[in-house]
């Protein structure tokens, strides 16, 4: 039987990269909501995402994103991160804002349209450059809303075309990962809908190109973890994008509506070596807050990823194996059910004690003064938002 104290030393790796994004003001499809001592620079994102580390242990990296959190300095923004113990993580494209975008963006029949969004993707790799940044990653808006709008075929073709000029352009120690997203705001056909198109296009690029799993961007029913073992046995798995959905691209905090399928999806995971200091796999998350603060909602979700990360590793790996060889189905359901359900709510917040971390992080923030701190630091400029 697997107890917490034999997985301690797996789970001590577990690091979770925060989006620069999550900080700034979100809201519906119809309205952004501002929030007070919400960051106005990239520089307010980062002390605010050194906050979630400091207060979890759980958040070394931050990613960002081009345009939002452009600037004239890199290398200054990533000693300032430095100095707040955190590092600069995935690059994240944005090719879905301009005007000229409308009817798509590698994918469009224009080439001058592609090769803006290609040279797009160039400066994004120039910032990988200056940061250290391993991953690029490219998300599309790109489709149609109607049959006959466009030539499907076609814009695969482009895409294919396109995807090879920004691949030929990384580094030896970079990485391109294509996310996928079954619909919105494309509402007949996606570009890149379905983890079978974007395997099929990276697999055609070469092995720096891996795909990008958002949790929330599949059909309802959808069995995301044998997604996620398929691709771990093909070696294409890069990136998670971790949230949660009831209906759509939800983009809640992730395990909120589902618990028991992030335990899903991080058992297999850790069965396909996705998880580890050699896995190449980043567990990101990609959320936006719309009626909760922002600071503890990312407190909340990574504390979820490491409450079912160890349940995850709970899972009795040989009682399984024996249960299913036997076809003992019930015992080797009972296995799984027993992990997911062992509270390890305690025993993490001991052993974040052990570690000089609140043994309740989510108390501590709410003690800390920081949301008045800032509440009252941040006045006038511009705050932050995904700008819709």
Known sequence: MTS??????????????????????SGTRFKVFATPGTPRTIREKIADAAKVNELTGLAPAVALHIPWDKVDDYAELGAYAKEHNIALGTVNSNTFQDDEYKFGSLTHSNPAVRQKAIDHMYD??????????????????????????????????????????????????QRLVLEYKFFEPAFYHTDVPDWGTSYAHTLALGE??????????????????????QLLRLGKLGSFDFNSRFYADDDLIVGSADPFQLFRILFEVVRGGGFGPDSGVSLM??????????????????????EMMARAL??????????????????????????????????LAQWRESRGLPADPMAAYAASGYQDKINTERQGGQQAGWGA
């Open 285 to 306: 998350l990609d959320q936006c807050h719309n009626l909760e603060e922002k600071i503890p909602g990312q407190i909340r979700s990574v504390l979820n990823v490491q």
């Open 314 to 347: 709970l899972v009795d790996s040989d009682a399984l194996d024996a249960a299913q060889a036997a076809g003992y189905v019930l015992g080797a359901n009972a296995v799984f059910m027993d992990a997911f359900y062992t509270d390890v709510r305690p025993g």
């Open 124 to 173: 994004c790799i120039d910032v990988m450059h200056q940061t250290g940044s391993r991953d690029l990653k490219i998300w599309l808006a790109d489709g149609t809303n109607y049959p006959g709008q466009g030539n499907m075929r076609s814009r695969q073709d482009w895409l294919g075309e396109s995807l090879r000029k920004v691949y030929d352009r990384l580094g030896d120690d």
């Open 208 to 229: 720096k190109a891996l795909v990008c799993l958002d949790t929330g961007h599949h059909a309802p029913g959808t069995n995301i973890e044998f997604i996620v073992a």
């Open 4 to 25: 917490l104290t034999d997985i301690l030393p797996a789970l001590e790796g577990l690091g979770i990269e925060v989006p620069s994004w999550a900080y700034g003001n």
